[in-house]
């Protein structure tokens, strides 16, 4: 059974196990989500299932596709909360990273730049020649200056910590992509 659920990342902090050790963790506010709608292979080509977090014009609406194996167990009207996971669940976490902005190839691309001496003056962190050759103009995909972040960034195999069901508050291994307040999908496979 596919587990899912959205959150609100909410800050990083260091949890104590049992035997003394320290993880890093990040708290993710899940508050329940309502199941708004099911598609079925069948009726509509492909089964997934569609959630809506928060109310009037504050809402989202999320869609999980669910894998050919997995079964739906989940009706229209249900509510999912933070009590399907379990310490030592293993998650799969989609959100959008931080916008940096524009960027230099350096910093963005992690180019070395040019040396400090032998006549460049003002080049240190510059791409460098980015046609030449024979060629006449600039290839496609020539990596460049431009605007860092904000992209969708999926991470695997993350791991529940601790899970407090009546704060709606799951504790996660590891940093996961975003700003603080910002929406995650969480998946549990």
Sequence with gaps: ???????????????????????????????????????????????????????????????????????????????????IFSPGDKLQISGTSKGKGFQGVVKRHGFRGG??????????????????GLRTHVPKGMRMPGRMGGDRITQKNLEVISVDKENNILLIKGALPGVRGSLVEIIGR
């Design 1 to 83: 059974m596919t587990k899912f659920i959205l959150g609100k990342k909410e800050k990083m902090t260091q949890y104590f196990g049992e035997d003394g050790e320290v993880f890093p963790v990040t708290a993710v506010f899940a508050s329940p989500v309502k199941v708004k709608r099911i598609f079925a292979k069948e009726k509509d080509g492909y089964d997934s299932v569609q959630l809506s977090w928060g109310a009037g014009k504050k809402e989202k609406i999320k869609e999980f596709r669910l894998k050919s194996g997995d079964k739906n167990e989940v009706k229209e009207g249900d509510t999912i909360d933070v009590s």
């Design 115 to 132: 040396p400090r001496t032998h006549g460049q003056k003002h080049s240190e962190r510059e791409a460098g020649s980015i046609g030449g």
